[in-house]
């Protein structure tokens, strides 16, 4: 049979000795059969009735069975099914004493491997055994090489090998040690901050100070203080000098995201301590030399923004002497095997389930997926697959995605106005997250000031609601 692509080594390196299950209301069989079965290197569990080996099945899944057909309750076609629901890689061997060829093929159509008679031909026995031994290492062999190739496939805590990433990773790599400006696009959720970090930890600040500032995060009026700090007297509040984030990451790397967001004036500033290495704290005339590299990130078209007179030309210039486009997960579909991989041994241990993968038809549901929310979106998936799995293997339902494109698709009639438009995606985005303002704004693609900006514009702004779900009738 196959085995996923996905098979995790996590929780245990799978199990040394493949766990094998024996399921028959006879007694004696259970005897006989677990007496033969674990010198051939199997950790042996018997079960007089069904009942009892699904229950245990969540807990300590089998890697075989073999299933007595005729047995009082369920019987062992059900059992069959049921096991092959809950744990799909679990070689099935059924045993029958009164063995008909129909119900051999039904049972090799529901999934089972092979069916034994009984009283038992030992030497098939053996036989049956060796492949499902065989098969199981085979599968630990699988999971050993794929847990190495994530290892090889990490930069900084980025995962990838698709060829844009290998790029990225290159470029990253070559540039690291040199930079003194640099600025980070790419879609929401592709990964800029990792990359921010990556850029740190590669240049030879890695031992100083790389300090982090959301300008979306941020209320206009005390941007210049929070950068620059601030003088004593300053402003009304301002009882202590303060140094600013500029002199708290002086050697090492500021990293500023949402550059987009960036007031003004204080993108005037920004230009000065670029151009000059120099600043003031707020309410002081006296400059400071600071020795800073500046990483910005955005998620919008800068062009844009300087184009529509909200960002400065001359700083975008300087900002974008090195741009590093970080690739959405759609142009690198091969690595989104690989990095579910990862984040479902993250769950595993986070939610201390024995999560082993993802079934094939699971996989081919992530491929196919769009993913706008890029590498963030295919985190929450996994995250609530993780946690509504009710197997060791993550399969397609689990994954809640995969439904027909329907509202994202285009929709057909006469041209509408813009303003309309927009209105309607901010509406459907606070629906869609019950209105978590935080991510509607993400799942529109926009940072959340912007986002503010916009329900000011329609006049849904409820102030002092903050990020906290707010009950959205419109
Ligand atoms: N290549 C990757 N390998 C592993 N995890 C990744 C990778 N890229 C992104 N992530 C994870 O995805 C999530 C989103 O990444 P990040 O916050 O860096 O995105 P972003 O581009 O800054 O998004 P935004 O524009 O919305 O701020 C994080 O949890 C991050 O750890
Ligand atoms: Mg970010």
């Known amino acids: 049979m196959s085995t996923s692509a996905l098979a995790l080594a ?71 099914r049921e096991i092959k629901r809950r744990a799909p890689f679990c070689e099935v061997v059924l045993m029958t004493g009164y063995g008909t060829i129909e119900s051999a093929v039904e049972a090799v159509k529901l999934g089972a491997t092979d069916y034994v008679r009984k009283p038992f031909d030992f030497t098939r026995l053996k036989d049956l055994l060796g492949l499902i031994r065989a098969e199981s290492d085979r599968r630990q062999t699988v999971a050993a090489l794929e847990s190495d190739l994530l290892k090889q496939s990490q930069f900084h805590g980025m995962i990838g090998r698709s060829a844009p990433m290998l790029e990225l990773f290159s470029l990253l790599r070559r540039i690291g040690p040199h930079f003194t400006t640099a600025l980070i696009t790419g879609e929401t959720g592709v990964g800029k901050e990792l990359v921010a970090r990556a850029l740190h930890a590669t240049s030879k600040r890695r031992h100083k100070p790389f300090v982090t500032l959301n300008c ?31 002199e708290k990451a002086n050697g090492g790397v500021i990293f500023l995201d949402e550059i987009g967001e960036l007031p003004a004036p204080v993108q005037a500033k920004l230009l000065r301590v670029l151009e000059a290495g120099e600043m003031a704290r707020v309410g002081s005339s006296d400059a400071q030399k600071v020795d800073v590299r500046v990483v910005a990130a955005t998620n919008r078209v800068l062009e844009d923004e300087v184009e529509a007179g909200r960002f400065r030309s001359d700083l975008y210039y300087r900002l974008h002497v090195v741009e590093l486009k970080v690739p959405s997960l759609r142009e690198r579909r091969d690595d989104i095997p690989l990095i579910a991989r990862a984040f479902l041994e993250e769950n595993a241990r986070e939610y201390a389930k024995p999560l082993r993968g993802l079934t094939p038809e699971a996989e081919h549901a992530l491929l196919r997926h769009d993913w706008p929310g890029n590498v963030r979106e295919l985190r929450n998936v996994l995250g609530r697959a993780s946690m509504l799995a009710e197997t060791e293997w993550i399969d397609a339902p689990d994954l809640l995605i995969g439904a027909p494109p329907g509202p994202r698709a285009v929709t057909i009639g006469p041209v509408r106005p813009m303003g309309e438009v927009e209105r ?12 978590n303002k935080k991510e509607a704004a993400r799942r529109l693609g926009i940072s959340r000031r912007a986002f503010y900006r916009r329900l000011e514009k329609y006049g849904m702004h409820q102030p002092a609601i903050g990020d906290e779900p707010v009950a959205f009738d419109d």
Request: aromatic share 8%.
């Open 10 to 80: 996590y929780p245990e390196p799978l199990h040394p000795q493949p766990r094998l299950y024996i399921i028959d209301d006879d007694r004696n069989v259970l005897d006989v059969v677990g007496r033969f079965a674990r010198p051939h290197g199997f950790d042996v569990l018997s079960f007089d009735n069904a009942t009892d080996a699904l229950l245990e099945v969540t807990r300590r899944p089998p890697d075989a069975a073999l299933i007595d057909l005729r047995m009082p309750g369920m019987n062992g076609m059900d059992t069959l």
């Open 424 to 435: 309607e995606q901010v509406v459907r985005a606070l629906e869609e997250t019950r209105g």
């Open 216 to 246: 979306s995060a941020i209320v206009e009026t005390l941007f210049e203080s929070e950068l620059f700090g601030h003088a004593r007297g300053a402003f009304t509040g301002a009882h202590e000098t303060r140094a600013g984030l500029f």
